[in-house]
């Protein structure tokens, strides 16, 4: 039963968020803004590029082993959406046909540079964001967010999305196992009934929203809600800032792997 | 003592689509009473409770909770006197951790900072789950989000607690803990459930519904222990009284 797994699968990225290290511990907003300044400097590299791009892997893989997170857990969710950016890419090597490079005396076509460059800048952005959820709790990502000036009521919006996702999908868990116990082969699981099941699954979302609006009133909710204030940003966090921003410029304005591709070489002779 | 008094006359809701849930209900809960509401599925209790919190506004008749009138107007004051504690522990918790779930309620009576720590800190110690205050709902147990759902009532400090099935869901031992939690408020307490050995254990008063009337007002000694009555309303003795009962006088 593929949604039962993936029904736990979302609940990973949350469990692991509650881990303790080093990058557990850094303000929310410190990561939301690095691994922002992070996502503008990779895609702020022209089209052909590829070799420039590689030194960026250094803050993902960062992230995994400070951060302790299971290689597999995000390596598996990039590749499911990688379809996305592969079909933004796959006709690049069809339109841009003219020779840039010969390697091996293969000629290579700029299409593919480029598309290749498209995923690698995919795979970059993608597992930062996925690890930047994996390092810091939802709470503290929203936190940060109100605390970024975003308005409140996008915030709120995400608190409660997190808050109920789990409560949605595990209602609509328990509907799929009571189809699947008295369906047999594929009879009674077309479309039809799944229809019935979203109408029904809808309407007990509204009925819940009801009961959450008067608990919320019972509470004295006037419509206002206050986020929990709980980071502090200490020299830690303002070093963790600078240092990776440095880093990152760095690697964007030298040619790292050439420099090192022609220490080598000279070395070699 | 007559501010905590909950006063009920001639009761009637109305349903939009036409249902008559509740018909006509009258009775008195003084301060500090312990009153136990029971009454077959569909009888009334969870649109009486509404009513009584102010969430629902009757269609006919008068509910006056410490000398205040529930109106339109005046709902958002007693919804402040009356802590109710939901069915549903998921409708109940909708922070995002069990302490910001529990300073909802103080932070919007605008206490300011400290009082509103100091308000958290002791209704979490009264259920026994300071522990758990940086947890996020989804992660505790049933019996846990129990706990902390009367915690979050607890620290705005109701005059009356009401509660819809406190008890549902929940293993032998978090029932026992929550009865032994409900015997040590001295709040004025509303509590509807079918379990009624929870009802025996903890009210000292007993109503029974059916059909949105009142069939029966009394000690809850009294009426858990009439068969006839109970039968006729689709409930059985307490489990705890039914080897005794069979006995009888003998």
Redesign the interface.
Known sequence: MTFDLEFFNIGYLDTLSYRNSFVHRLDPRIKIIVSFIFVLFVVSFPKYEISSLIPFFFYPVFLLTAGNIPLKAIAKKVFFISPFAVFIGIFNPLIDTGTLYTVFGVPVSGGWLSFLSILIKYVLTVSTALLLIAVTSFPGICEALERLKLPKVFVIQLLFLYRYLFVLLEESLRMMRARDARSFGNRGKEIKTFVRLISVLLIRSIERAEMIYRAMLSRGFRGEIRVLRRHRINVYDILFLMISVTVFYLFRSFHLVNLLGETFSRVLR | MSHHIVELKDLHFLYPDGTEAINGITFKIFHGESVGIAGANGMGKTTLL?NL?G?LIPTKGEIDIGEVNLTKKTR?EI??K???V?Q?T????????V??DV???P???GLTEEKVDERVKSALDMVGCYHLKDR???RLSEGQKRAVSIA??MA?DPDILIMDEPASNLDPKSRRQLINLLKGFKHTKIVASHDLDLILDVCKRCIIIREGRVVADGPAEEILLNKPLLEENSLELPLSRQHSAVRGPF
Do not use: C, I, K, W
């Open positions: 509404l919190s969430h958002h919804m402040r009356v802590g109710f939901f549903r998921d409708d109940q918790l909708f922070m995002p951790t302490y910001e300073a909802f309620g932070v919007n009576l996020p709902p989804h979050t009532v705005m």
